[in-house]
């Protein structure tokens, strides 16, 4: 396992659409191992394989205690309802934040490493999460559909 460098805005590999993963095999394990590593590396909730240089659609997110760290191989949101409007950041993106309205609550369908099927029910910051990630899968920024962008606050500065 290691940490993989972020590929930051605006390179290209960021607005390009990921690849469907075909081989379950150790080179995608290792890539989902350094992701999650990267992730937390990076005190992110999520991250995506294009985020990392990788074309392939393949995500990860840890956004809440319940479930702990989601691996996600070619997922799809399969459902969606209600709206949520809130703040986003993006490890691609440091420095800014936006105002982004999502669905409350998706189900969201796709496959572990070993290319078994799994489904997930996400609410609020999981929810943000899954589509933040998806997003990411078809070269879509949360610049592009923020109702606003702002500069990130800085915790450390405002002593919290």
Not at 3 to 19: F, N, S, T, W, Y
Not at 65 to 82: D, Y
Not at 119 to 132: I, K, M, N, P, S
């Amino acid at each position: 396992m290691s940490i993989r460098l972020i590929v930051k805005h605006p390179d290209e590999v960021l607005r390009e659409r990921a690849q469907e993963v075909t081989k379950f095999n150790s080179n995608l394990h290792k890539l989902l191992d350094d992701m999650a590593d990267t992730m937390y590396d990076a005190n992110g909730v999520g991250l995506a394989a294009p985020q990392v240089g990788i074309l392939k659609r393949v995500i990860v997110v840890d956004a809440d205690e319940e479930h702990g760290l989601i691996e996600l191989v070619n997922p799809e949101i399969v459902s969606a309802e209600g709206e949520q409007l809130g703040p986003e950041g993006c490890l691609s993106i440091p420095g800014l934040q936006g105002d982004v309205r999502r669905a409350n609550k998706v189900v969201i369908r796709g496959q572990d490493r070993y290319g078994n099927p799994v489904q997930y029910e996400g609410t609020g910051l999981l929810a943000r999460a899954f589509q933040h990630e998806v997003d990411h899968l078809n070269g879509v920024l949360f610049i592009d559909i923020a109702e606003s962008v702002y500069e990130a606050r800085k915790a450390e500065e405002d002593g919290e």
